[in-house]
């Protein structure tokens, strides 16, 4: 059994934590300023990905429990080893193999990429008899190397999707292309927000009000074209380390 870390070590990691994260709420605060927004519509999700356990535990002492995690199979074996205070979000691609197993370990699911993921889940959800908070990922700017739906397979699957009774369809997905390029993140960014107002105002079955989108090099953009999920890991894990 791995040993507990001593306490000035958790005193170490809750500082580092605490101010990494008041320069984050800071820079959320003046995007949405700039935008015209409230910074309660923006909801910080803290990417664990390569994070030990150890230092992930420690956001609790920041009232931090929106956790997202890329890899189904480590969502469910760490969120049986930390605080069921945390609530998961998948962020990562979901197997239809994978579905049952998430199911009971997640609060939202950002990544359905596909009429037939979205279908599976369906079934299972409807099995365990819960209901599921879905996000549609979009690949809005057309890069081969990303997964997706396209703009056309929204438009055109929008009713099945909407008829989907055991998931709530909550809003949309996307990853920025990897660049600096700020007119190039608005378009990305932007063209979610557009796609996301012109489907609900298509449809009275379902009401997609999330946008999840911005990560540590671009999430202010992200807040100020309209993001209510941002996904954040290195710059809010920076400088803390495993003891030892």
């Known amino acids: 059994m791995p040993q507990a ?12 934590l605490k101010e990494n994260f008041a320069e984050i709420q ?26 030990p356990v150890a230092i992930v535990a420690e956001l609790l002492s920041l009232n931090q429990t929106n956790l997202g995690e890329n890899r189904p199979q480590q969502l ?9 205070k945390f609530e998961w979000h998948l962020i990562g691609q979901l197997q239809r193999n994978k579905v049952r197993a998430v199911l009971p370990h997640v609060k939202m699911i950002h ?19 819960i209901r599921p908070r879905i996000l549609l990922q979009v690949n809005i700017s057309e890069e081969e190397a ?13 009713e099945a999707i909407s008829k989907l009774e055991s998931l709530k369809i909550s809003g949309l997905m996307a990853m920025a292309p990897q660049t600096s390029d700020e007119s190039t993140l608005r378009s990305t960014f932007g063209g979610l927000r557009k796609l996301r107002d012109e489907l609900n105002s298509q449809t009275d079955h379902i009401q997609l009000n999330d946008l999840s989108m911005g990560m540590s090099g671009d999430f202010e953009t992200a807040i100020e074209e309209g993001a209510t999920y941002i996904r954040l890991g290195s710059s809010l894990f920076s400088g803390c380390e495993v003891e030892g």
């Open 76 to 84: 469910v074996e760490r969120s049986q080893q930390l605080s069921d």
């Open 26 to 51: 800071s820079r959320i605060d003046q995007a949405c300023q700039l935008s015209g927004r409230s910074s309660e519509e923006v909801k910080l999700i803290a990417v664990t990905k390569y994070t």
């Open 111 to 129: 990544s359905v990429d596909s009429i037939r993921l979205l279908e599976q889940i369906e079934r299972v959800a409807a099995e365990l008899q």
């Open 5 to 16: 870390p001593s306490p000035e070590w958790s005193r170490q990691i809750q500082n580092q």
């Open 146 to 158: 990303k997964s997706g739906f396209s703009v056309s397979q929204i438009r055109e699957n929008l």
